[in-house]
């Protein structure tokens, strides 16, 4: 089949065209996690007595905003920012979690990391799965949980948002690089 010769430069324009939107929709994307990423930190430091000092003496940040659900087995995700402070570099990235055992209802929460040398952040967006057993009851829209101290050279800290979700599970969380926001 010949294609005709006026259809080459169209289906080239085309390709450019496409490839111009998604790097449009990857900067609106980079855009609104970051300015989530501001405001939960915001909501932390109002919220959380100590938070402020601890980011002071922080290398560096990640802030995710996340979803789970859960009816016997949870699932959920999300997308945020690791923010290396004195280099000045953000990297994008997502993040999954599943876990079985007792799970009923759904969440929308915030996971904010605060690593405390640079080579901690950097072990963390190099990825790798951060499991754990948890045992928790959470519900509200303005709960904090978490100690105020870095433990293993990082601190966590969770904002729920909205919903409420009861669960008892062993539940695995893997971060990774979004290799199309970066």
């Known amino acids: 089949m010949l294609v005709p010769r006026s259809f080459l430069p169209l289906a080239a324009l085309s390709l450019l065209a496409a490839g111009a939107w998604a790097q449009d929709d990857a900067a609106e994307r980079r855009a609104e996690l970051d300015a989530n990423a501001q405001e939960t930190l915001e909501k932390l430091f109002a919220n959380v007595d100590g938070s402020q000092a601890l980011y002071d003496e922080s290398a560096g940040y990640a802030v995710f905003a996340a979803t789970k659900a ?4 949870a699932g959920g995700g999300g997308a945020g920012v690791a923010v290396d402070k004195s280099a000045g570099s953000s990297t994008y990235m997502r ?3 599943a876990g079985v055992g007792f799970s009923f209802g759904a969440q929308r929460y915030d996971i904010v990391m605060l690593f405390q040398s ?3 952040l950097q072990n963390f967006v190099s990825g790798g799965w951060d499991g754990g057993a948890a045992a928790e009851a959470m519900a509200g ?8 101290g870095f433990i293993d050279g990082a601190a966590v800290f969770t904002l729920t948002n909205a919903g409420a979700m009861a669960s008892a599970n062993v ?3 893997r971060f990774w690089v979004a290799e199309d926001l970066n």
Do not use: P
């Open 70 to 73: 859960g009816f016997g087995i």
């Open 95 to 97: 993040m999954g979690t």
């Open 118 to 120: 640079a080579q901690r």
């Open 141 to 148: 829209a303005d709960s904090a949980g978490a100690g105020v």
């Open 171 to 173: 539940s695995g969380t």
